[in-house]
Structures are given as C-alpha cells and as structure tokens.
C-alpha cells in the first residue's frame, strides 16, 4: 500500500507524465501550461483542462498524448489514505465556491470521493507506464 518505486525499461525513461496544475495566458494565440512539479510548457490549443495528463518525450522536448481525466480514465490515488491505488473514474464533480471539485473512483470492491488533486490520470483504459505489480 503506498507509492513506491517501480525499475523501468529504458523506452519508459524517456517519457514523463505531467498533469496539468493551471494556465495562463502569455502571448495571442498562446497559452503557458502550468504542470504538477514546476514544468511549464508554451501550448497553442486550449484543450487543455486542469487534471489532464500530458505525455512528454523527454528526448524530443514535445507532447506524445493526452490523457482526459474524464469517465472510464485509469487513474492512481496520489494523495489521503488511499494513496498508490489504481482505479477507474467513475464520475467528477464540479462545485462552486470554495468547495473543492471531487472525483469518484472505482478501486474495485468499492467506490470513494477524492478531491480533484489526489487523482493523477495514467491511461485512458490501461496504464501507459509501469505502475507495480497490481497495474
């Protein structure tokens, strides 16, 4: 239980996932993409939604895919108590106020309500990178 380290091959070295923290507007036409660990990228589409997860060739310095977290995504806990479980999105749910947005996520025998941060999107319906034994 928990988050631990996973030894990788080395096609999985080069990519990273970045979720998507926030964005801003730099120049017209342009978007300055604010990342989970600090990275920030210059984007021209606004398809872009906070909690997304990009792909990024590290070799290549560009954008492989994009991972939605939306209904059916593969996601791993991040954060709380159940922090290293895989599950499957279910539902999001979208507040007002200072009332922070929640997801619920299937992890098998049950189903839980996580605020928006602890998820982090790994795949659409499987991982796209090495998780553990369970993934």
């Not at 984007?43 to 990024?56: E, H, L, N, P």
């Not at 994009?66 to 999105?89: F, P, Q, S, Y």
């Not at 997801?103 to 553990?132: M, Q, S, T």
């Amino acid at each position: 239980h928990g988050l631990h380290l996973v030894p990788i091959d080395k096609k999985e070295s080069g990519i990273k996932l970045l979720r998507l923290a926030g964005k801003g507007c730099v120049k017209k036409g342009k978007l300055q993409a604010h990342f989970h660990d600090g990275t920030n990228l210059l984007v021209d589409t606004k398809a872009y939604r906070t909690g997304d997860v990009i792909v990024f060739d590290i070799p290549g310095k560009k954008v492989k895919d994009l991972i939605k977290l939306e209904k059916n995504a593969r996601v791993l806990v991040v954060g709380g108590n159940n922090m290293g479980v895989l599950g499957t999105v279910e539902n999001i749910i979208v507040t007002k106020g200072s009332k922070r947005n929640e997801v619920i996520v299937d992890i098998g025998k049950r189903k839980i309500a996580l605020p928006h941060d602890y998820v982090f999107a790994i795949g659409k319906h499987e991982p796209v990178i090495k998780i553990g034994e369970g993934s």
